[in-house]
Nanobody, 125 residues
Framework: VQLQASGGGLVQAGGSLKLSCAAS????????IAWFRQSPGKEREYVAG????????YYEDSVKGRFTISRDNAKNTVYLQMNSLRPEDTAVYYC???????????????????WGQGTQVTVSS
């Protein structure tokens, strides 16, 4: 599966951005997809994602209530709507997918095997 992330940019604190992750290739109904982010000097951090069945969504605590993950199955695309952005949200955002990750490991990037190229999000204060 190939993943293509887009939608990043420069925005002022309090603003909004919507990221997209388009999947192509052999996708299946059992496929976990998530957004991670990484800023300089920090480890890659889970932001939000769907479980393999798509029945559950998960959010990192600092983005709850501000970010919303959604999907359009007809377009094979997952979105991350980011509102009330803060300077600390500045990072490269990656979408990632896995057919095998279990629920207890959803936040661990080591269990994702398909990665998009990343899109830069910069929030100015």
């Amino acid at each position: 599966v190939q993943l293509q992330a887009s939608g990043g940019g420069l925005v002022q604190a309090g603003g909004s951005l919507k990221l997209s992750c388009a999947a192509s290739g052999r996708t299946s109904s059992s496929y976990a997809i998530a957004w991670f982010r990484q800023s300089p000097g920090k480890e890659r951090e889970y932001v939000a994602g769907f479980s393999r069945t798509g029945g559950y969504t998960y959010y990192e605590d600092s983005v709850k209530g501000r970010f919303t993950i959604s999907r359009d199955n007809a377009k094979n695309t997952v979105y991350l709507q980011m509102n009330s952005l803060r300077p600390e949200d500045t990072a490269v955002y990656y979408c990632a997918g896995s057919r095998s990750v279990i629920t207890s490991s959803l936040r661990d990037p080591r269990y994702y095997y398909d990665w998009g190229q990343g899109t830069q999000v910069t929030v100015s204060s």
